[in-house]
């Protein structure tokens, strides 16, 4: 008997059916049956499905004699099922990879539920991909609830294939799927009102298709009445189990809400039948609306008549217009009045010791700018520094009586006319006017692989969205550039060929790691339950451009982190870029709930996490960078190493010169761990010449030497580096890609 039961009707989807199926039978889980069911289709539907069925035993496939709808082609599956769990997958829809084993793992991690919710992401035709907005929902608790227990459960999308099923539960309780246009409403608030256990996976498993045309629920037609039908169904179930009853005012506020939210949809109803549509909502509101109870915010409007309907939305359209014409004007005045504000300020002299900081668009105290602040308060007490933060959450996580301003607030503006230097590691607004005597210094994030600035500009995709223009005229403000290398000199100055004095001071935020001791990075293993005895590889990707969001899987975190072995932890950090989308729902937040990993992303000090760690693991991230002045093993897994250098650029070939052995596989990287070799003599002598080159001015001082250079006026001496030779010395040539 198979652990998986994966029933998929049918109809009209010959274009998309084949990547469907591919999806489910080369799950890494084989343990499982496809359940297909032909709907009569009128395409090409049938032939694939017999296709599929004569090269793969775990394909069954049903032509159905007459076309009966989606819902029921499902209960025409539902008998030839034999697996422990349902699946219902639309066949245009597609699972990700690895999803049946994480779903598997987490049905014996929570002792076989009723039923397991799952994570999705809608993928639209134009190539985007949107993360589930109520995927924190799945990410609460360890074990297994029912739904009143959590009803926030019951706020995500009442839909089918967003779960599975426990095959006897479903049998026990005979549910099945009426005809119709909304079968998903009566099938799945009675499965989870009755579920006495219920569990989460916070994965997305499966990839919802937003076609731009043929999606059934986004056609205008009659047919949307039928959710009136739906419905009564729903509440005729509650009705005949008294122990639902509690749930009746809920479901009536549900209904109400989801009718409505039809109504006000403009592609949905045909505008002859709105009224009628209203009329039968509000009679069904009122047929079951409970004793005592009150209609309440939007649903109120549902026991008056369909004109007051009307005359309410319209009322809010033109409260909506006025409101953003309002909030243009006042915009227009904000604006006339801090560049009052800002005029009377730059008439005022500048501040000789006010040091203004920001760092990644304002995202907190980080990476250079945050350790130049930090050796200013040591060494320079009387220099007043000001951070610049985007909004009060990122505020909270200055520390105690750091002083700061939110970027566009008066205060900021009197800040920013007065102060005589600014240090940033991205480009400040254009806003910002550069005031004679002021003074900017530009840290950068890190030496360069990737091309930058100017040398975008023969990579369309890589800066799709991006002014190169504009930015190079935020960059003529710039008075100093540091680097930390010779190579990342010759790199910056041609990227951005504007008028500024490259000084070698190093990487400020790497002093940390050059005088990096034995215990550093302790409190992250404490705080993460790290072993002292294990092993720490950090695996810290980068973003690509040629892949719209930037996320792609090069790696089974699961199977790497099980290749090492006991004793071994894989710690994840994603690219600042991934952190927020669906790249962590991919896997990495249930593998680190699961402890499979640790997901270190949210980290705000990527150095903690650097001196945490043994051995590090990138594909094109700069971080290799950083981590090679604390001279410790690194690995580079360049399986697109081609792909990404066509499509972003990169000034080296980091196959040819890298800082330690590279794997053009995850195979070849597992190996390499699983012999030793990561740290062998000859990845020392790579990550040797490495370091050679690209940590030359790393020696500790960078962010004093900034302090009393650039802030101070004082002298100190140079790192000890020799003058850049000519440019036709070979080992200053810049590699360009090929």
Known sequence: MPRFSVIVPCFKVQGFLRECLDSVLDQSFGDLEVIAVDDRSPDGCGAILDEYAARDPRVKVLHLPENVGLGRARNAGMPHATGDYLLFLDSDDTLT???????????????????????YARTYWW????????????????????????????????????????????????????PGYYEDTPWTFPVMLSAGRIATLDQICLHYRQRRQGNILSTTSRKHFDVHDQYERVFAFVEGRPELWRWRPYLHRKMGEHCLD?????????????????????????????????????????????????????????????????????????????????????????????????????????????????????????????WVVRDQETAATLPPGTDHVLVGSRRYLEVTARASYFVNDVNWPSELV??????????????PLKHLGSDLLDRPGA????????????????????????????????????????????????????????????????RHGVPEDHTVVLYAPT??????????????????????????TLVVRLHPSLAKGPAR???????????????????PDAAEVMLASDALVTDYSSIMFDYACLDRPIVVLADDWDTFRASRGAYLDITEQPPGHVA???????????????????????????????????????????????LLGEEMPATATARIPSPAAGSDRLTRAR
Not at 98 to 104: I, K, P, R, T, W
Not at 585 to 603: N, W
Not at 685 to 703: I, P, T, V
């Open 97 to 119: 990879p690895g999803a049946l084993a994480a779903v598997a793992g987490r049905l014996a991690e929570t002792g076989d539920p009723d039923v397991l919710v799952f994570d």
């Open 127 to 178: 190539g985007g991909t949107r993360r589930n907005v109520l995927a924190h929902v799945l990410a609460a608790g360890d074990g297994t609830f029912d739904a009143a227990e959590r009803p926030e459960i019951l706020d995500l999308l009442m839909v089918v294939w967003n779960k599975v099923y426990r095959r006897d539960f479903v049998t026990a309780n005979g549910f099945t799927f009426p």
């Open 262 to 386: 039809i109504l006000a949809k403009p592609d949905r109803l045909p505008p002859g039948d709105r009224a009628e549509f209203f009329r039968r909502t509000a009679e069904l509101f009122r047929a079951h609306k409970p004793e005592g109870a009150d209609a309440e915010g939007e649903t109120a409007v549902l026991e008056g008549a369909y004109g007051a309907y009307l005359l309410r939305r319209r009322a809010g359209q033109a409260r909506r217009v006025t409101g953003r014409g309002a909030t243009r004007v006042r915009r227009a005045v904000g604006v006339r009045a801090r560049r009052g504000w800002s005029s009377v300020q730059s008439r005022r002299p500048l501040d000789p010791g006010l040091v203004v900081y920001s760092a990644s668009s304002h995202r907190g105290m980080l990476g250079d700018p945050a350790a130049i602040y930090r050796a200013a308060r040591r060494i320079a007490p009387g220099l007043h520094g000001v």
């Open 434 to 447: 550069k005031r004679p005597g002021a003074t900017h210094i530009q840290t950068h994030q890190g030496t």
């Open 463 to 526: 800066r799709l969205g991006f002014d190169v223009p504009r930015m190079l005229r935020r960059a003529d403000r710039w008075d100093y550039s540091l680097v930390a290398c010779r190579y990342a000199e010759l790199v910056l100055e041609r990227a951005f060929p504007c008028h500024f004095t490259s000084v070698r001071t190093g990487s400020p935020r790497n002093d940390v790691l050059v005088d990096a001791g034995a215990t550093r990075g302790r409190e992250f293993r404490l």
């Open 543 to 568: 973003s690509r451009d040629h892949v719209r969001g930037g996320h792609v899987d090069r790696l089974d975190l699961a199977r790497f982190a099980a290749a090492l072995g006991e004793k071994h």
């Open 585 to 603: 729902g991919a896997g990495l937040s249930e593998l680190a709930r699961r402890r499979v990993v640790v997901d270190a992303t949210d980290e």
């Open 664 to 710: 053009r596989s995850e195979s070849e990287l597992a190996s390499l761990f699983a012999a030793g070799t990561w740290r062998d003599g000859e990845s020392a002598a790579l990550r040797a010449g490495f370091r050679a080159r690209f940590c030359e001015f790393e020696d500790g001082r960078a962010a004093e030497r900034v302090v009393r250079t650039l």
